[in-house]
């Protein structure tokens, strides 16, 4: 994903009323990353279901509703929520949720009756929480990630989640997240590897009388890898893939998907605040702003490769300037490409719209943070 072509697009005509950080959404460019997206998919929108925890705007999956989408995933109760609200068709909570998670989950289903909600599940004793609800199951597979779900190899017992489920099974759920370090050749690999092991199970649950609709692998770093191995499309249910990121782009999905046409859709807008030392700048987009779960540099500085992030405080980001580099001024914005932009959405409440350089709204982040724990 290149953050160099069209950089001027990212620039804002007037800044000066900005308080930042501010989180910064270029529409046009999330329309071109969603259209970019199904274009990849040949042309057939049914067999994306994107991961809105990068989305998290009530805007954002109207966007994605406009070009087609219909059937997305997520990972908490205020995005299975948000997107209920938005409109979409169908969604699954791609978590395993217990106790009082799984009870709200039910009251969102029944508030929702025109949307398809599921849940997943890992063992018998999970279906219980869905018993007499208006909710659809997935059993979820191990990939290999060892995060949740069941390892394919124990067939017999994904067998027999499958048959107590009954009529309420709608498929399986395989999210192979953790492939990216590798070569995109690699990658192709060592997924498609999973997605053998994947089709033995299927191929046995079905020779057993289980019947099922829908099959999910692969976020962003795997979907190439899942849009390139031909048994996904010659099944009797549909294989569909749920990349999120791609919407809004990040240092790394860019490493992840180099020279497949995605542009950087998300900013985070920075203000320089102080000159500590001669060599070194700070801004103010600290780990509250930048997300610095996936390590540091936390992001990199558009159209400064001279200006290098060090590890951020909670509300500072110094920054290195290299020698001979010319050094922006206090009150100076900086415009930083994070290094994953989910999390970093998650910590702001707005956003704003920027369309060729003017300021044109200001959007909540709609399924930022949870619900009230009690209601």
């Known amino acids: 994903m290149s953050d160099d072509i069209h950089r001027d697009i990212h620039r804002i005509d007037d800044t000066s009323r900005i308080l930042t950080p501010a989180l910064v959404l270029y529409p046009e460019i999330i329309d071109a990353n969603i259209a970019n997206t199904i274009r990849l998919l040949g042309g057939d929108v049914n067999r994306w279901r994107p991961h809105v925890k990068t989305s998290k705007l009530g805007w954002t999956v109207r966007r994605l ?3 087609g989408v219909r059937a997305v995933k997520c990972s908490t109760t205020l995005e299975l929520l948000t997107a209920c609200e938005a409109g979409v068709g169908d969604a699954l909570l791609a978590y395993p949720v217990v106790n009082a998670n799984a009870t709200r989950v039910r009251a969102i289903a029944a508030q929702f009756p025109g949307v398809r909600v599921s849940a997943l599940v890992e ?3 999970q279906l219980s929480a869905w018993a007499d609800a208006a909710v659809g199951i997935f059993i979820d597979v191990n990939s290999g990630m060892n995060r949740t779900g069941i390892d394919p ?3 017999e017992e994904v067998l027999r989640v499958a048959r107590a489920a009954g009529a309420r099974l709608r498929g399986l759920h395989f999210y192979d997240g953790h492939l990216g370090d590798e070569s995109m050749v690699e990658r192709t690999v060592i997924a498609h590897e999973g997605y053998d092991r994947l089709m033995e199970l299927v191929a046995f649950l079905e020779s057993s009388g289980v019947s099922l609709e829908e099959v999910i692998t692969s976020g962003t770093p795997a979907f190439p890898c899942a849009m390139a191995y031909q048994p996904f499309r010659q099944g009797q249910w549909v294989h569909r893939v749920s990349p999120g990121t791609v919407v809004y782009g990040d240092c790394t999905s860019s490493h992840e998907l180099p020279d497949m046409g995605y542009r950087t859709a998300v900013l985070v807008l920075a203000t320089v605040v102080s000159h500590p030392r001669p060599g070194r700048i700070t ?11 996936a390590g540091v540099p936390t992001c990199r500085v558009l159209g400064r490769p001279d200006l290098e992030p060090q590890s951020p405080n909670e509300e500072h980001l110094p920054i290195t300037v290299k020698e001979g580099a010319p050094v922006p001024a206090i009150g100076d914005t900086l415009y ?3 290094r994953h932009v989910c999390p970093t959405v998650n910590n702001f409440d707005h956003a704003v ?4 350089g003017r300021v044109e709204g200001v ?13």
């Open 65 to 67: 509703l406009e070009h």
């Open 153 to 155: 190899a124990r067939a």
């Open 363 to 375: 959007e909540r982040v709609t399924a930022r943070g949870r619900e009230a724990p009690l209601s």
């Open 283 to 293: 801004c103010d987009a600290g780990h509250k702003a930048v997300s610095a779960d």
């Open 336 to 338: 930083l490409l994070p």
């Open 123 to 125: 063992n018998v004793g």
């Open 353 to 356: 719209l920027v369309v060729r």
